[in-house]
Nanobody, 120 residues
């Protein structure tokens, strides 16, 4: 059974940092993505990484503040979030699949999500 389990969310003040983790089980994946969804808004792309970790891509809104990385030995992907802003508040989802991209439809598996709340 394939599972993606996120952890690391929480409440943080603006300017603070959080590190999200996504542990995959059941199979290995070539590509991972992080997405987020705020109340009343559509799910939006945050970051993506290829299997080697050498190819990464970020949404303009997080570039320079967030870093996606992966540990293939642990089948885990991370999202280091620095300089957090109140507008980063959302449920963050990990996604995995065979296609590298920025669209939710390009990913085959999803985690349950973890809440990130940034207070001003």
């Amino acid at each position: 059974q394939v599972q993606l389990v996120e952890s690391g969310g929480g409440l943080v003040q603006a300017g603070g940092s959080l590190r999200l983790s996504c542990a995959a089980s059941g199979r290995t994946f070539n590509n991972y993505g992080w997405f987020r969804q705020a109340p009343g808004k559509e799910r939006e792309f945050v970051a993506a990484t290829s299997r080697s970790g050498g190819t990464t891509y970020y949404a303009d809104s997080v570039r320079g503040r967030f870093t996606i990385s992966r540990d293939n030995a642990k089948n885990t992907v991370y999202l280091q979030m620095n300089s957090l802003k109140p507008e980063d508040t959302a449920v963050y989802y990990c996604a995995a699949g065979s296609v590298y991209g920025v669209s939710p439809g390009q990913y085959d598996y999803w985690g349950q999500g973890t809440q990130v709340t940034v207070s001003s």
